[in-house]
């Protein structure tokens, strides 16, 4: 297993020196110049107070980042890797004394291909920024998230993000062709593979795709580009409970098919937050036992919306569904996922609270869902709780508020990961491991896995400096 590697503080001014002076103070800030405040959490963990930091490293390029892992392999300084830190899972947030290194200023959009449909760019690009980017070309990439104005592609990466659209276009893994990451050592290894078909030897960019950093550092990324979309259909429709949503899954995948893109479902729970806690008008009623959002994406906008009414309808008239609201507009639309992106307005709302992220079949997941709100509620009958999820990739969230002080974080996460490994489901569909998860990795994984990924840790970072404490 890797060595985790601890410094002192005299060690730390001596390693940072040398980094300034090789790189300059501009790209590499001291502890005491350094803005650590604003990287020292993500989107709910916090690292420990008191933590020494030895520094911000802020590269501009790959060949800056293979300086900075060169000396700090050779000095022993543990690496810590940054993206936008909207990460759940503590992967981006420093757990022992490290230097951490910030992609934000790696933001250049460096080629779009029309006829290859790629775009090639930095891994410290801003999800949105690639999403225009593409749109100003013609194009369309098709990961979404609730993050996407400050979520940055190394992350996305780094972490196989999912989101909205995966039901269609796949996890992050399927839209990378390539990618350049730089090892502990500063080795740069570049698979900047532009093509969809490439057999030739192992497909070493998996090795760094959702491994979250720790078996190298990823600086440029080579996406996958869609057609745009040239029709949007969007509805909320109601049903009365989850076997019901079921069966209107079966029936718009059988009527729309390949443009099916989205289909949410939202538990009363979260639908009631993200309308009337949040002061939305809700688009339905409330009292349904199921709210699913349901879109398309297709080419001809009258012929799809057409099709898309008259299947709702036929699935009224069926008695799947209670209710349904089909969006006339982009305002519309945008009302309706405006309540599925609501967790990032959770902290007005529902705070202090505890966000879970876990993959079962989706025909176990109504059952699950009943099974620990049960076991949640007795331990904790004062536990708020909301459930939500992209059910047709298998995804399932929860979000869990307990106004107490400190929240039992360890026995809480204890019997939502049990349950999940009971029911042979996976405690991270989305969001990764980091250190939030890693105690409750063998819930997913077997030892002979956990062996085998420590092997492979072993054998890129050997003296243990990336993102220590992380995944494994």
């Known amino acids: 297993m890797a060595t985790q590697t601890t410094i002192s503080p005299a060690p730390f001014a001596e390693a940072v020196a040398r980094l300034q002076r090789e790189l300059g103070a501009d790209i590499v800030h001291g502890p005491g110049e350094a803005d650590i405040a604003r990287h020292s959490h993500d989107f709910i963990n916090t690292m420990p107070e ?12 790959t060949e800056q980042v293979s300086q900075i892992l060169a000396i700090c392999c050779e000095e022993g300084v543990p690496v810590t890797p940054q993206g936008g830190m909207t990460g759940l899972a503590g992967g981006a947030v420093p757990n022992v004394p490290a ?17 290859g449909a790629t775009i090639t760019v930095e891994a410290g690009v801003v999800l949105q920024a690639v999403q225009e980017a593409a749109a100003e070309a013609g194009m ?44 502990a050592d500063g080795t ?44 949007v259909s969007t509805g909320l429709v109601a049903v009365k409970d989850y076997a019901s ?36 008008q809700p688009p339905l009623p409330h009292g349904a036992g199921v709210y699913v959002l349901v879109e398309t994406l297709g080419t001809d906008a009258e012929r799809d ?21 089909i969006a006339q507009s982009e305002q519309q639309r945008g009302d309706i996922w405006s309540i599925r992106d609501c967790p990032g307005e959770f902290p007005k709302v529902f705070w202090p609270q505890i966000s879970f992220d876990v993959s079962l079949p989706a025909g176990k997941i109504g059952d699950f869902v009943d099974l620990l709100r049960g076991r949640l509620l007795e331990r904790w009958p004062e536990a708020g709780l909301v459930f939500f999820g992209h059910i047709a990739d298998s995804n399932l969230h929860l979000s869990v508020h307990l106004d107490e002080d400190p929240m039992p974080v360890h026995a809480i996460d204890d019997v939502v990961y049990s ?54």
């Open 50 to 61: 008191g933590l020494e930091i030895a520094g911000i490293a802020y590269p501009r390029s």
């Open 99 to 115: 230097l951490l290194l910030s992609l934000e200023r790696m933001r250049k959009i460096e080629e779009i291909d029309p006829a």
């Open 140 to 183: 369309f990439f098709p990961l979404d998230l609730g993050g996407r104005g400050t979520a940055q592609i190394g992350g996305n990466v780094s972490t196989n993000a999912g989101g909205n659209r995966v039901l269609r276009y796949g996890m992050m893994r399927e839209l990378v062709l390539g990618l350049e990451a730089v090892l």
């Open 188 to 231: 740069v290894v570049s698979s900047m593979n532009t093509m969809l078909k490439n057999n030739a030897g192992y497909d070493l960019k998996q090795l760094f795709i959702g491994t979250e950093g720790t078996l190298g550092i990823v600086t440029r990324v080579v996406l996958r580009l869609f057609p745009e979309a040239r029709s």
């Open 245 to 280: 949503a079921l069966a209107l899954m079966q029936e718009v995948k059988a009527a729309f098919g390949g443009t099916l893109a989205a289909f949410e479902v939202m538990w009363p729970d979260f639908y009631h937050l993200g309308t009337t806690a949040l002061d939305r």
């Open 305 to 325: 919306q057409a099709a898309f009414e008259q299947t709702l309808a036929d699935i009224l008239e069926k008695g799947i569904a209670e209710d349904a609201v």
């Open 419 to 472: 349950a999940t490994g009971e029911w042979g489901g996976s405690i991270s569909a989305e969001h990764g491991i980091g250190t939030v998860k890693k105690e409750f990795l063998h819930h997913s994984r077997g030892p002979e896995e956990i062996a085998l990924m420590r092997r492979l840790k072993v054998a890129l970072d050997p003296t243990g400096i990336l993102n220590p404490g992380k995944v494994i």
